[in-house]
């Protein structure tokens, strides 16, 4: 029993110690006086024992301060023994940190904008790489969802046919399911009438391979897919919201979609989003033609992996599969192979490369913040070595100076932090905005820039980083200048010293400007290889006249009055005299896709009439377009040899084709293709080659230009085109008046998108991205040059400083002010030189790093170098002038009655 009142009196001991602790926080006044009081009780007693021993009544009082030790000392070591008062007193160092920013303020605002633009940078850029690379897509388990494609000689993604779809499921072990998808522009019937929307047309299981469930009502069920089935729609979150005002009694309702009747069955997830058909709204399924031809490649496929089963093991069997469907099928599948690619990097393989360099820029440049505020920070601490002896002198210990720097840097990195990330929450916000509709619909992820965990994560990391390298950079440097001390320095810690210390500053302050003009140089190179890559991109050779056209997607109606192809033709000859009547058009014609695109579709396979198929070559494969006879005028293509399509071109008479010179080349080198034949189908007569016309940049600005076979319209016809228009004047002010022209014909045509071919280039993903990247790198180029330089200003003012004795007995013996102008400059000289030189090559490997990110430009790109360097050398020379002028301007006499 007394055991245990002796441990409730204890407990009851410890929460009072406890309570005594915290309420210490409240009392420091009180807590201060009663160590006061004991330390003066312990120098009284001491003192007294002195008095009995017969000392006199001063020297007892000296003895015992000298036993006791500075009093200063062991309060503070008295309170710091208190964890609650501890935590005060760190709160105090707090305080005197910002007491002490605000006494200079120059120094502590360029620290501080300094470090937040290198925070800012960094941030921003981590964001987009957070959006795309890091942050899992929302998919069940998405490291197991793999893209399906075909190969052809053109390349290696290429879309499947339903046949070869069907087998691939049926075939494999490596996968529990393969599912198909397409993106498609569907015409919504409203009240006001036809309307353009985005569609996606998905197999059954889509969803449940992906592990989505709709938020409301139901997933396509099995069979919904198949050909006769009752048709069903899924709904986006938005349609649902902006078009049914997010009712729940949707489920049920029929819709209207290209001419056919839909039963709405459910809403997907708000944050649902899928990369392979951008903002779809309306989801239905993807059903068989009547007759499916294993010839015919139109959609995509993915697929999930089995637990266990590596990508490798996945793509040797798709092969193998693929390999056996073109022994089997030979006419439509010869020459054709299978790829298997991991999910991720369908949807963001195009932009790994770009935001690697963008990160490692920004990394650059948080770097030269840190080197900069690093440098100023050393400045700082020379000027405050009078302080420190002081402080050292009156007992400090050096961990309680070391805690003071350690306190300093975390409030200088805390505010330089805190405003880049504020910084980056508007460049985000900033760069979000700059990114094109197009793009968006394609990489959807990038609509979730923000400042989520893991940016904060990273925020708070470079935060810490920082905060330690700015209390470990005064406190190595006091370390350096104590040691002075106790080795005799003393007179000159305190005088602020010229001698040693400022020699040491010199040299350090010397190597982290070459570290900085070496960095400036490599992103100044940087930035201007890709502005050259991009101004070549934007002006590559099209093989065409891309001024004054203007384009129209537009697609005949469904109706039974145009269900023939006789109908399409006379109607599309309609459209083609109608616009022409517009006042400002010069001509008109049709194409499937105009040229530059980001992806190049509607390729096919032919044979060449008398030149018999070896089995083992693959198949030859061609982009096809049927276009209208005056597409090639209007479009300003250069005909090389025979003829252009003419009206007389139709069903009727023998089939026609004009090739582009890079087929001519591939296929029929050392020959005139003019007069030769060749053949789409077997079940159908040949076509005779009757033009050949120079290369047309069908595919994306940087890609190469694919084997393309023109046919007539007339020949081949097709619901859906582009009217392609050439004005005399601005041709954005006639896309209006062509608009109008093809819904009077026919309210049931659908207007798909109208721009210019100039917006259609400067819009597409390729040179979007090439644009953003340029102005990236351009704007932390800027800044690195800004760092850079002052700098380099930094150092050689400092070194100034730290030379005026010198300077001063130089110029009383007789130096001219000329001859020490040159000296400083000869300095600033030396350093840029060093750090051009070292920048250069630094310069030549990361641009052999992003070679790929270049179009038409060299890594070993001299007149660039030579810009680069000479901007470089002018911004240094600038950056030394004053300095040098100040030391010109030196008055000896000045200079030795200072010293």
């Given at each position: 029993m007394a055991r245990f009142a002796r441990s409730k009196l204890a407990g009851f001991g410890g929460a009072m110690g406890i309570l005594r602790r915290v309420g210490n926080l409240f009392s420091r006044a009180r807590v201060g006086r009663e160590i006061d009081e004991e330390i003066s009780a312990h120098l009284a007693l001491r003192a007294e024992d002195n008095l009995a021993?017969?000392?006199?009544?001063?020297?007892?009082?000296?003895?015992?301060?000298?036993?006791?030790?500075?009093?200063?000392?062991?309060?503070?070591?008295?309170?710091?023994?208190?964890?609650?008062?501890?935590?005060e007193s760190f709160w105090a160092d707090v305080r005197y940190a910002c007491r002490g920013l605000r006494r200079t303020p120059g120094f502590a605002g360029t620290a501080i904008v300094v470090l937040a633009l290198g925070v800012c940078a960094s941030l921003a850029i981590f964001a987009f790489m957070d959006a795309v690379l890091i942050r899992p897509l929302p998919y069940k388990d998405p490291a197991r969802l793999v893209g399906l494609y075909e190969t052809t000689p053109l390349g290696p993604r290429y879309h499947l046919s339903y046949l070869d779809y069907q087998d691939w499921k049926k075939m494999n072990t490596v996968f529990t399911g393969i599912e198909a998808f397409d993106d498609r522009v569907i015409a919504l019937k409203t009240a006001a009438g036809l309307e353009r929307v985005d569609?996606?047309?998905?197999?059954?299981?889509?969803?449940?391979?992906?592990?989505?469930?709709?938020?409301?009502?139901?997933?396509?069920?099995?069979?919904?897919?198949?050909?006769?089935?009752?048709?069903v729609a899924l709904l986006s979150d938005a349609a649902w919201q902006q078009r049914f005002g997010g009712r729940r009694d949707v489920l049920g309702q029929t819709v209207t979609l290209d001419g056919a009747a839909y039963e709405i069955v459910g809403v997907l997830p708000r944050d649902f989003n899928f990369a392979g058909v951008g903002d779809a709204e309306f989801w239905v399924p993807l059903t068989?033609?009547?007759?499916?031809?294993?010839?015919?490649?139109?959609?995509?496929?993915i697929g999930r992996m089995k637990d266990g089963v590596a990508l490798k093991a996945a793509q040797t069997e798709m092969a193998g599969i693929a390999t056996r469907l073109a022994r089997e099928y030979p006419d439509t599948d010869g020459g054709r192979g299978a790829s298997v690619e991991a999910w991720t990097e369908v949807v963001v393989g195009d932009l790994r490369p770009m935001l690697m360099l963008l990160m490692a820029g920004s990394v650059l440049l948080l770097g030269m913040a840190c080197v900069n505020v690093s440098s100023l920070l050393l400045v700082r601490c020379e000027k405050r070595r009078t302080e420190i002896a002081v402080r050292g002198a009156l007992g400090a210990t050096r961990g309680r100076l070391a805690r003071q720097f350690v306190t300093e840097g975390l409030v200088l990195a805390g505010a330089g932090c805190a405003l880049g990330v504020g910084a980056a929450d508007i460049a985000m916000r900033l760069l979000g905005s700059l990114v094109p509709m197009q793009v968006l619909e394609t990489m959807p992820y990038l609509r979730e820039l923000g400042l989520g965990w893991h940016v904060a994560g990273f925020a708070l990391l470079i935060a810490l980083l920082t905060a330690a390298l700015f209390a470990l950079t005064p406190v190595v440097r006091m370390a350096a200048l104590q040691s002075g001390q106790q080795g005799g320095m003393t007179g000159e810690m305190a005088s602020g010293g010229r001698g040693t210390a400022g020699l040491v500053w010199r040299r350090l302050g010397s190597n982290l400007v070459i570290l900085e003009l070496a960095a400036a140089m490599v992103l100044l190179t940087g930035a201007g290889l890709l502005g050259k890559s991009f101004y070549r991109l934007?002006?590559?050779?099209?093989?065409?006249?891309?001024?004054h056209l203007a384009l129209v997607k537009m697609r005949i109606p469904q109706t039974a009055e145009l269900a023939k192809d006789?109908?399409?033709?006379?109607?599309?000859?309609?459209?083609?005299?109608?616009?022409?009547r517009l006042p400002g058009v010069e001509s008109a014609a049709t194409v499937p896709m105009p040229p530059v695109a980001d992806m190049a579709r509607g390729n096919t396979t032919f044979t060449v009439v008398g030149r018999p198929k070896v089995k083992s070559e693959p198949d030859n494969e061609a982009?096809?377009?049927?276009?209208?006879?005056?597409?090639?005028?209007?479009?300003?293509?250069?005909?090389?040899?025979?003829?252009?399509?003419?009206?007389?071109?139709?069903?009727?008479?023998?089939?026609?084709?004009?090739?582009?010179?890079?087929?001519?080349k591939?296929?029929?080198?050392?020959?005139?293709?003019?007069?030769?034949?060749?053949?789409?189908?077997?079940?159908?007569p040949p076509v005779m080659i009757v033009g050949v016309v120079a290369d047309l940049r069908e595919t994306a600005l940087d890609g190469e230009i694919p084997p393309t076979v023109y046919v007539p319209f007339a020949q081949w016809p097709d619901p859906g085109f582009y009217v392609v228009a050439r004005t005399a004047n601005d041709p954005k002010g006639v896309l209006k008046a062509i608009e109008g022209t093809l819904r009077g014909m026919d309210p049931g045509v659908l207007i798909l998108g109208s721009k210019t071919m100039e917006e259609r280039i400067a819009g597409t993903t390729t040179a979007v991205l090439h644009k953003a990247l340029a102005r990236l790198v351009a704007g932390f180029a800027g800044l690195a040059l800004v760092l850079s330089v002052v700098g380099l200003y930094g150092v050689i003012a400092y070194s100034v400083a730290q030379r005026t004795r010198e300077i001063g007995v130089r110029m009383a013996l007789g130096a001219q002010r000329g001859a020490v102008a040159g000296m400083v400059l000869r300095e600033a000289g030396w350093l840029t030189v060093i750090g051009l030189g070292a920048g250069m090559a630094c310069a030549v490997g990361a641009a052999t790093l992003m070679r790929k990110l270049l179009f038409g430009v060299s890594s070993w790109d001299v007149s660039t170098l030579i810009s680069v360097g000479a901007l470089l050398a002018v911004a240094a020379l600038l950056a030394s002038y004053l300095p040098a002028r100040r030391a010109a301007g030196v008055n000896p006499v000045d200079a030795l009655r200072a010293e």
């Open positions: 021993a017969g000392m006199s009544e001063r020297e007892a009082l000296r003895d015992a301060r000298v036993r006791f030790g500075n009093p200063v000392v062991v309060r503070e070591r008295t309170m710091a023994a208190d964890a609650a008062l501890l935590i569609g996606a047309l998905v197999s059954a299981g889509f969803l449940r391979l992906l592990g989505v469930s709709p938020a409301l009502g139901r997933d396509m069920r099995d069979g919904e897919d198949a050909r006769g089935a009752a048709r068989p033609a009547a007759k499916e031809d294993r010839g015919e490649h139109w959609f995509s496929a934007l002006h590559a050779e099209l093989g065409m006249e891309p001024g006789a109908q399409v033709v006379a109607f599309e000859q309609r459209v083609i005299e109608e616009v022409k982009t096809m377009r049927n276009v209208s006879p005056g597409f090639f005028s209007t479009v300003g293509a250069r005909l090389e040899r025979g003829r252009y399509f003419a009206e007389t071109d139709t069903t009727d008479r023998p089939a026609v084709a004009i090739v582009n010179r890079a087929l001519a591939r296929f029929f080198p050392g020959e005139d293709a003019m007069g030769m034949q060749i053949r789409f189908d077997a079940a159908l």
